[in-house]
Structures are given as C-alpha cells and as structure tokens.
C-alpha cells in the first residue's frame, strides 16, 4: 500500500511568517507531487505541482523534492489570514493513474 | 478559466437506493477520475476513465459503483445500492494528456446516506 505521510496539525503561523508544510512518501518510483489547498467544506485546489528535484517558486510559495529522501515540502511566506486551510500532499503512484493523498495539514495564519 | 463542474451538490437517499453523481470534466482533458473524502479523513481515490473505458479502479469501487460517459461531455458515478458508509462528498477530478499530468477537481457532491 502507497503512503503519503503529512504531519496533520495544526500549525499555527503569525501572519507575515513563513509556512513550512512536509511530507514524505513511499512509492520510490513516484514521478509527480501536488501540494493542494483546501478550504472546510471545499474542493481540493491545485497551489503547485513539482516534478523535478530542487525548488520551483510560483509567488509566495515554494515546493521543495528530494526524491533521494522521498520528501516534498511546501513554504509559504508572507503567509495571509486566507492562507488558513488545510493543505494536502498528493503523489502519482507510480504507473498508476491516480493520486494518494496525505491527512493533510491543518494550517492556522494568526493576525 | 474552464472548471470542472459537479451536480448535485448535495444529495440525500435512503440506503439501499440508487444515486448518480454528475460531473462536466474540463473539455479538452482526456482522463477522468472520481474520489471521495469520508467526513474527517484522507481524500481517496475511487476510479480513473480514458478512451471510454476503466483504467484503474481501488478496492473501494467494487460491483456498487459503476461510471459511464453517457455522451460528449457528461461523466457519471453511479452506486446502486447505497450505504450508511457511502456518505462521503465525491469529487470528480480530470487531467489533460497523461496520467501524470496535474489533476484538477470540481467542487463535489455531498453524498448523505441515511
């Protein structure tokens, strides 16, 4: 069974701090990551999609892999009141055509 | 911006009836996807649809669940005999090219199973 290990929370950030969110996966042959946001009650919505080992940066967010240790990461800095939700790392399995998601991480911005 | 869009969002049966979920994929994507998230817990995958046919399912989807594209643009999830334990809200997602291409997910339905 594919896993997707994210700490569930809550975090609680000031605003203007950074975010650090984390997750780590089993599937070695994983070729995909996704960070998703997701409001109570809402759909999961796509913040970033990595591929490639390094950083990529896309506004105030950063997603982070090293597939070496099986680990992707998201920053947010600056982070905003409206940044409060819970965020989800999800993993194409490897071969497969469909995405494992994590628990998710419950984040809380503090104004 | 194209979206993905679901209908009902919400729906409430009785156990043991049937139940279609309704999803409009993004036009030009060609992979089709269904998963549910229990009230509390992960997001789980249920099926993936390309070229008119099941391309993979999860031990979830067993003989209850069927999906279909009945035309175009329409894809549909159907449980045929529904669970207390089927409440969940059911999000259809779609991608564009290949299966590793960035999912994006409509806004689900809300299944209530009493």
């Known amino acids: 069974q594919k896993e997707v290990e994210q700490n569930s929370g809550p975090l609680s950030v000031p605003e203007g701090a950074i975010a650090s969110l984390n997750c780590t996966y089993s599937?070695?042959?994983?070729?995909?990551f996704f960070w998703y946001r997701q409001y109570s009650g809402k759909s999961p919505e796509l913040i970033m999609s990595?591929?490639?080992?390094g950083d990529k940066e896309d506004g105030r967010f950063t997603a982070q892999l090293n597939k070496a240790s099986q680990y992707v990461s998201l920053l947010i800095r600056d982070s905003q009141p409206s940044d409060s939700a819970t965020y989800l790392c999800?993993?194409?399995?490897?071969?497969?055509?469909?995405?494992?998601f994590g628990q998710g991480t419950r984040l809380t911005i503090n104004p | 911006e194209p979206e993905v869009t679901q209908t009902p969002s919400h729906q409430v049966t009785q156990m043991g009836q049937e139940v279609i979920l309704r999803c409009v994929p993004i036009?030009?994507?060609?992979?089709f996807y269904w998963y549910r998230q229990i009230l509390g817990q992960k997001v789980e995958f249920l099926v993936s649809?390309?070229?008119?046919?099941?391309?993979?399912k999860s031990e979830i989807f067993d003989d209850q669940f069927s999906v279909e594209r009945p035309d175009g643009s329409n894809f549909t999830l159907k449980i045929r005999s529904t669970k207390l334990e089927d409440s969940a809200m059911y999000f259809c997602?779609?991608?564009?090219?290949?299966?590793?291409?960035?999912?994006?997910f409509g806004p689900g339905t809300r299944l209530t199973v009493l």
């Open positions: 997602a779609s991608s564009e090219v290949s299966r590793t291409d960035t999912q994006y």
């Open positions: 599937d070695r042959g994983s070729q995909s």
């Open positions: 990595i591929y490639s080992n």
């Open positions: 999800a993993v194409n399995e490897a071969g497969a055509q469909k995405l494992v």
């Open positions: 036009s030009n994507h060609l992979y």
């Open positions: 649809f390309y070229n008119n046919e099941i391309s993979e």
